[in-house]
């Protein structure tokens, strides 16, 4: 069984500043892959970086970047930079089935 | 890029009707699709997997005859909100993977209000 555990309900960062979003997992398979998504007030899903299990560098993409700590079972988002159009809700996710943890909530302050 | 479409993205029903909501992808074939369920400020709870030409597989708790989930075809899958409650109240979004080790893709999600 899969778990993804996001301790952040909400989180309070003020613009240009960066911030970190916390992801912990857990898993009994060897191969897998680890999502950030965000979700604005949509509801759409946009997905920001992928890791993968056996990847020994950690993922970047623009301003995201994924602090990958295998052994400790982590998988930290970092914004930096923030932006206003960052205020959305992030999910962490798992694949196979994409599981996802309970969502942090980013409002970003001007 | 892919695309998945969703259909429709939103649905007023009254109780006791049935309400279908498409997934399709637009410019790949999705081997494997997935159903979610999201209540206001929470996450996207996973109802059920399909596979192409197979049946569904639902997440325990699910109610498979509630629920139906059909993915006739490689671009295709739909899921029917049978006998609609207030309870059922909720926004579905789907997912749509390549293979196995492709990223997957969302659709815009479905808000769905039963009165």
């Known amino acids: 069984a899969q778990k993804i555990t996001q301790t952040q309900p909400g989180m309070f960062v003020q613009e240009k500043e960066a911030v970190t979003l916390d992801c912990t997992y857990d898993?009994?398979?060897?191969?897998?892959?680890l999502f950030w998504y965000k979700q604005p007030s949509s509801g759409e899903m946009i997905f920001l970086i992928y890791q993968g299990s056996y990847d020994e560098q950690n993922a970047t993409e623009g301003r995201y970047s994924l602090n990958f700590q295998k052994a400790r079972k982590s998988a930290n988002l970092v914004i930096s930079a923030s932006q206003l159009g960052d205020s959305a809700m992030y999910f962490c996710?798992?694949?196979?089935?994409?599981?996802f943890g309970a969502g942090t909530t980013v409002t970003v302050r001007a | 890029g892919a695309v998945v479409s969703q259909h429709p993205s939103w649905v007023i029903c009254k109780s006791g009707t049935s309400v279908k909501i498409e997934c399709r992808s637009l410019?790949?074939?999705?081997?494997?699709m997935f159903w979610y369920r999201q209540f206001p400020k929470q996450s996207l709870m996973l109802m059920a997997t399909?596979?192409?030409?197979?049946?569904?597989?639902?997440e325990q708790g699910v109610e498979k005859d509630k629920f139906l989930i059909n993915h006739a075809s490689l671009t295709l899958s739909t899921l029917t909100v049978t006998s609609a409650h207030p309870e059922d109240s909720s926004f579905y979004i789907c997912s749509a993977r390549r293979m196995e080790n492709a990223g997957y893709t969302f659709g815009s999600g479905t808000r769905l209000t039963v009165v």
């Open positions: 898993t009994s398979d060897q191969s897998y892959g």
């Open positions: 996710a798992m694949s196979h089935k994409l599981s």
């Open positions: 399909s596979n192409e030409g197979s049946k569904a597989t639902y």
């Open positions: 410019d790949f074939q999705a081997t494997t």
